[in-house]
């Protein structure tokens, strides 16, 4: 079964690997209470992670763009087909939109991004009290949405390997 | 009438000198008073939301010019309500020991057209120092605008003790920036 390429797997698994530490990072640095050194430090390497995710959804895309994936095996009815291609580019556009709404969440809350206490990013727009828990709450539910995709999408693929035993998972392994 | 026309005199003169030498009233609402420092190399601006200042000028004698400010520590605003009630701790301001920090002027020289150079005393957290900035000064719509920003160290001050004391974390230098805005 034809493979994708090496460059799609390796972007593949550093995003899946990133997403996974900025989730977990995410939700640990949220249930730290008070204000501690710690907590400050989760904070901006949360937001190293994601702004790294959004670097290389941005490779990913222009890679996708010019390098066809395998199709689906012939074995798969027309309506999974449709299902994992919906997922695919769902999971697509959280990875831009995730990191996205938190950024735009940090600068309304007034806080730039450093990338890596080295550079920082562009100030997009002013500091918005108002703005400020409307993006938060956006970036929680879209953050959760990609929780449940990544779920669905594991959840797939695992039968692919095991139900189906098609090669579709086999794939996109390193 | 000679008498009369001196009595008149007198008294202008004795307006004019109490007007010259009486503090001028700050636009509180107008001004502001901030601190902006460095948190992991991002640059983080905040405002006290309560302070004070007396200032004292007539642009014809700057020389004879003085002033002192009085800030809330527990008031300053860093846009969450969880890191407002953490700086007022005994870590960083201590406000319930200390709720004042405050600056008097101990001299204040011109330093060329509306620059003035203020030396004077900073406490805060029970410390006390000697500092001195540079400042400008200028009319705008007949009111003054007083403008500076005095860099200090925190740690000196002893503001973020313990795992605070990490300036990777919360960089020593803090720069208090400053806009006060005056009339007569």
């Given at each position: 079964m034809q493979r994708y390429t090496s460059t799609a797997v390796l972007l593949h698994w550093l995003i899946a690997l990133l997403v996974i530490a900025g989730f977990s990072m995410?939700?640990?640095?949220?249930?730290?209470?008070?204000?501690?050194?710690?907590?400050?430090?989760?904070?901006?390497?949360?937001?190293?992670?994601?702004?790294?995710?959004?670097?290389?959804?941005?490779?990913?895309?222009?890679?996708?763009?010019?390098?066809?994936?395998?199709?689906?095996?012939?074995?798969?009815?027309?309506?999974?087909?449709?299902?994992?291609?919906?997922?695919?580019?769902?999971?697509?556009?959280?990875?831009?939109?995730?990191?996205?709404?938190?950024?735009?969440?940090?600068?309304?809350?007034?806080?730039?991004?450093?990338?890596?206490?080295?550079?920082?990013?562009?100030?997009?727009?002013?500091?918005?009290p108002a703005l400020k828990p409307v993006l938060k709450q956006v970036h929680f539910w879209l953050t959760m949405l990609l929780a449940g995709s990544v779920a669905v999408h594991v959840a797939a693929a695992l039968k692919h390997q095991f139900i189906d035993r098609d090669g579709v998972f086999k794939r996109m392994l390193p | 009438m000679t008498l009369h026309r001196s009595l008149l005199l007198v008294s202008l003169l004795a307006v004019?000198?109490?007007?010259?030498?009486?503090?001028?009233?700050?636009?509180?609402?107008?001004?502001?008073?901030?601190?902006?420092?460095?948190?992991?190399?991002?640059?983080?601006?905040?405002?006290?939301?309560?302070?004070?200042?007396?200032?004292?000028?007539?642009?014809?004698?700057?020389?004879?010019?003085?002033?002192?400010?009085?800030?809330?520590?527990?008031s300053l605003d860093l846009g969450e309500p969880e890191m407002n009630?953490?700086?007022?701790?005994?870590?960083?301001?201590?406000?319930?020991?200390?709720?004042?920090?405050?600056?008097?002027s101990t001299g204040i020289r011109a330093a060329g057209p509306g620059k003035l150079n203020v030396s004077g005393k900073l406490s805060i957290k029970g410390k006390s120092a000697d500092v001195s900035f540079p400042l400008t000064v200028k009319a705008e719509a007949g009111k003054?605008?007083?403008?500076?920003?005095?860099?200090?160290?925190?740690?000196?001050?002893?503001?973020?003790?313990?795992?605070w004391k990490d300036t990777s974390m919360v960089a020593d230098e803090v720069v208090i920036k400053f806009r006060v805005i005056a009339a007569q």
């Open positions: 995410g939700l640990v640095m949220t249930d730290i209470p008070g204000i501690t050194p710690t907590k400050l430090k989760y904070y901006s390497w949360h937001k190293w992670i994601g702004v790294t995710v959004l670097a290389l959804a941005v490779l990913r895309l222009l890679w996708r763009a010019r390098h066809a994936p395998p199709p689906y095996p012939a074995s798969m009815q027309g309506w999974e087909k449709s299902a994992a291609h919906g997922l695919h580019a769902l999971l697509y556009v959280l990875i831009f939109a995730v990191p996205l709404s938190g950024y735009f969440y940090t600068l309304a809350a007034g806080v730039p991004v450093v990338y890596l206490g080295l550079f920082q990013l562009p100030v997009l727009i002013e500091p918005n | 004019t000198l109490y007007a010259a030498a009486a503090p001028l009233k700050t636009d509180v609402a107008h001004s502001s008073v901030a601190a902006v420092f460095k948190q992991m190399n991002v640059p983080v601006e905040s405002r006290f939301k309560k302070f004070n200042a007396q200032i004292d000028y007539d642009p014809a004698r700057p020389d004879a010019a003085k002033a002192s400010v009085e800030i809330d520590t527990a009630r953490e700086v007022a701790k005994k870590e960083w301001f201590n406000s319930a020991q200390f709720p004042k920090a405050s600056f008097v003054q605008v007083f403008e500076g920003a005095l860099p200090i160290r925190r740690l000196a001050y002893n503001v973020g003790e313990g795992e």
